[in-house]
């Protein structure tokens, strides 16, 4: 059981805007910034997001993250198929004075 | 060009060790703390455990802390996972992945797969 809650799965077609939902406490994600990582299939994770909204060098800004209280999301705008992945949220807890992630969602472009 | 390559996986009876290995080249290696994740298969990202810079400190998921001992070689750029007491809820991809920050990770290796079983 992840400590972050997200849907485990996800679907849109082409050129469609999605959102994946990140649902934390007080102890991770409302008192602290939230990341996202993309996994597509067979590969190690990517930084996606940081600090809630900010997109790596080489992200399009067809991604963006936004965050209120204790939950965030991630969109996606004009869809595409290599947009099929698994789409991993995280951040610090201070509770458990550690990293988090939630369980991942599996993003399926029909 | 950045690289991490994870090395040691393998299949591990109930209660036996192994020890993984993470060989990094194209950066500072010393100037950077290394970060161990894994995901059980068909499962999400799990943080296992940090080593800084300089080999300490070194921090540890609850669920690992007592049997996983992390240690780096600087002159070699590599970090070790010394995995001891397994079972077979560590079973998963262990990944290690380049620190920005202690949730920003912005290189990673490929996984070696550590499966526990008899």
């Known amino acids: 059981q992840s400590v972050l809650t997200q849907p485990p799965s996800a679907s849109g077609t082409p050129g469609q805007r999605v959102t994946i939902s990140c649902s934390g406490s007080?102890?991770?994600?409302?008192?602290?910034?939230v990341y996202w990582y993309q996994q597509l299939p067979g590969t190690a994770p990517k930084l996606l997001i940081y600090?809630?909204?900010q997109r790596p060098s080489g992200v399009p800004d067809r991604f963006s993250g936004s965050k209120s209280g204790t939950s965030a999301s991630l969109a996606i705008s004009g869809l595409r198929s290599e947009d099929e992945a698994n789409y991993h949220c995280?951040?610090?807890?201070?509770?458990?004075?550690?990293?988090?992630f939630g369980g991942g969602t599996k993003l399926t472009v029909l | 060009e950045v690289q991490l390559v994870e090395s040691g996986g393998g299949l591990v009876q109930p209660g036996g060790s192994l020890r993984l290995s993470c060989s990094a080249s194209?950066?500072?290696?010393?100037?950077?703390?290394i970060h161990w994740v894994r995901q059980a298969p068909g499962k999400g990202l799990v943080w296992v455990s940090r080593v800084s810079s300089d080999e300490s400190p070194t921090t540890y998921a609850d669920s690992v802390k007592g049997r996983f001992t992390v240690s780096r070689d600087n002159a070699k750029n590599t970090v070790y996972l010394q995995m001891n007491s397994l079972s077979a809820e560590d079973t998963a991809v262990y990944y290690c992945a380049r620190d920005r920050d202690w949730v920003i990770y912005d290189y990673w290796g490929q996984g070696t797969l550590v499966t526990v079983s008899s």
């Open positions: 194209g950066f500072t290696f010393s100037n950077y703390h």
């Open positions: 995280a951040a610090w807890d201070g509770s458990l004075i550690g990293p988090v």
């Open positions: 600090r809630n909204n």
């Open positions: 007080s102890s991770n994600i409302g008192n602290n910034y």
